[in-house]
């Protein structure tokens, strides 16, 4: 199956600082997602990306999808307390009929104040 | 109701008891997905509705998970035998379709299963 290799697996930073995540592919994806999870509730969108090299922001967010189409990293600046959560890649490959998404392990974000 | 909705939040079996967990879909949502979330790991995908059938089954990991779809709308992921294994948080989602454009899943809160 198709594995999704992401890193770091956590991370602890001061509030204020930029943060910075990615995630591999062994295979390609023609869209990749970046997912938002706090405790207790489902994954929340947070920005997709649907073109190889395409870079897009959400406000302190950027994220880019990679030219070979098998990674993607997420940025996030100026960080806040509200940052605090998991962080999920997931790939999927549009135009199929199934629509299915492949998740990375996921990045536990740590602000402090 | 806005969301998708998934019953109960929580639920605690004894090992080899069947369990019954429910998902409402967004209203007007045709595709929906189960998936699976072991503590400390990623969603792990399950089965796929389109309507009432299930073109892509191939992530449930036995023969003692199924999952039925009635009416387009509300689906139920039936475990059979639970086994301590089977402990997880277990999500549901939903979105307009699926195909050609690559729609936005909107997931419920879960389902978190405790096999003792």
């Known amino acids: 199956g198709q594995q999704l290799n992401q890193s770091p697996q956590s991370m602890f930073i001061q509030e204020g600082e930029d943060v910075s995540m990615n995630c591999t592919s062994s295979?390609?994806?023609?869209?990749w997602l970046w997912y938002k999870q706090d405790p207790g509730e489902g994954p929340v969108l947070l920005i997709a990306?649907?073109?190889?090299?395409e870079l897009t922001s959400n406000g302190r967010l950027t994220a880019q999808f990679g030219i070979t189409r098998k990674d993607s990293f997420l940025n996030i600046s100026a960080s806040i307390p509200s940052d605090v959560g998991i962080y999920f890649c997931a790939g999927q490959n549009r135009g199929s009929t199934l629509g299915r998404l492949y998740f990375g392990r996921g990045t536990q974000l740590t602000v402090w104040p | 109701g806005a969301g998708v909705s998934q019953s109960p939040s929580n639920k605690v079996t004894e090992k080899g008891k069947d369990v019954e967990l429910r998902c409402d879909p967004i209203s007007g949502h045709t595709a929906l997905y189960w998936y699976r979330q072991s503590l400390g790991q990623g969603l792990e995908f399950l089965i796929y509705f389109q309507g009432n059938s299930a073109p892509d089954k191939s992530g449930l990991p036995s023969d003692r998970f199924s999952a039925e779809r009635t009416g387009g709308s509300v689906s139920t992921l039936t475990i059979q035998r639970t086994q301590q294994e089977d402990s997880a948080v277990y999500l549901c989602?939903?979105?307009?379709?699926?195909?050609?454009?690559?729609?936005?899943?909107?997931f419920g809160p879960g389902t978190r299963l405790t096999v003792t």
């Open positions: 990306l649907y073109k190889a090299g």
């Open positions: 295979s390609i994806f023609n869209t």
């Open positions: 989602a939903s979105s307009l379709r699926s195909g050609a454009g690559a729609e936005e899943q909107y």
